[in-house]
């Protein structure tokens, strides 16, 4: 049986910047500005767009090495995609599947990301790890917002 979370995170940058940022490019941006947590990325199949799969690399002693993760759905214009989890991370340990849908919205002369994950869970499954997973994407959002306004030509 599938269940859900969600979370949301407001940015101080526009939507459309950081979805080029940190959902798009994200495999190229997340080892600049999360360095701290991603060594590296790299696309594995496709060309950025619905269909691609991409892997991210951790850095040592993150609970795992890796994960892989395939592009369902992306549409630029409303700032909306999703993805699929189908490889490594806590697949097969806490998780038989999870995927998300992430829509990033104007707020305020910034924005608001709007993540929902569904997963259908293991018998090793702990919910305290959804807390930390929601802490872990606020952080990549807030990683990509950093940049941005370090950065304010990048992804205009």
């Known amino acids: ?16 910047r950081l ?3 940190a959902v798009l490019d994200w495999h190229n941006l997340a080892p600049k500005a999360a360095s701290d947590k991603i060594v590296s990325a790299v696309p594995i199949e496709g060309d950025g ?4 799969v991409r892997q991210f690399n951790f850095v040592p002693g993150l609970p795992f090495s890796f994960v892989k993760e395939r592009l369902d ?3 630029v214009e409303k700032c909306e995609a999703k993805s699929t989890l189908v490889e490594g991370g806590v697949l097969g340990i806490y998780l038989e599947s999870t995927s998300n849908h992430i829509t990033i919205e104007p ?8 993540m929902v994950e569904t997963y259908t869970p293991l018998p090793a499954f702990e919910p ?8 872990e994407f ?4 807030k990683a990509a917002e950093a940049y941005l306004v370090a950065n304010p030509d990048a992804y205009n």
């Open 49 to 52: 767009k619905a269909g691609s």
């Open 1 to 16: 049986m599938s269940s859900s979370w969600s979370v949301d995170v407001e940015c101080a940058v526009s939507a459309q």
């Open 73 to 75: 759905f992306i549409d």
């Open 138 to 141: 606020a952080g990549v959002m």
């Open 107 to 114: 707020k305020n002369g910034g924005c608001v990301v709007k």
């Open 19 to 21: 979805f080029r940022a």
């Open 128 to 135: 305290k790890g959804i807390e930390m997973a929601k802490q």
